[in-house]
């Protein structure tokens, strides 16, 4: 029979890095889920991300017991490191910030597929478009 459960919930978290410290521990904690084992669990199999901000979607048991799922990057994130730059445009219809090329676009969208809300990878390149272009990054051939 299977196991019932009792919650899911998201965390975001660097790659083979975190930490049982705010803000991840205390998420775990109200939910039920030992900290210290899921961060070792997290770690384990986050390493080859290498301190990148990792999505996480975590499912609590009836009996406490966790599985978790590991999501690709957020797309802002990818797109920051591919750009090169700190952070997003305050005012992004003004004040552009920086560049990509439609080829890195299809390298995020690549990565991203299976995440995303698109049935092919010429919409998943859109959806990335879209979210760059609201960064104030400009898209270029």
């Known amino acids: 029979m299977a196991k019932q459960i009792t919650t899911q919930f998201k965390i975001q978290a660097p790659g083979g890095q975190a930490t049982p410290a705010p803000p991840i521990g205390p998420a775990l904690g109200q939910h039920g889920v030992n900290p210290g084992q899921f961060i070792q669990q997290f770690n384990d199999r ?24 590991l999501k690709s990057p957020p797309a802002p994130v990818l797109i920051k490191a591919a750009a090169g730059i700190e952070k997003g445009s305050g005012v992004p219809n003004k004040d ?10 299809r ?25 760059a272009r609201s960064m104030g990054v400009t898209v270029t051939e």
């Open 46 to 69: 986050s390493k080859h991300l290498n301190g990148q901000i990792v999505g996480c979607v975590i499912t609590v048991y009836a009996d406490r017991s966790f599985d978790f799922e």
């Open 96 to 105: 552009k910030v920086g560049t990509i090329t439609k080829a890195q676009v």
């Open 107 to 131: 390298e995020i969208a690549e990565k991203k597929i299976e995440d995303l809300n698109a049935v092919s990878l010429e919409s998943a390149d859109r959806i990335i478009e879209g979210t």
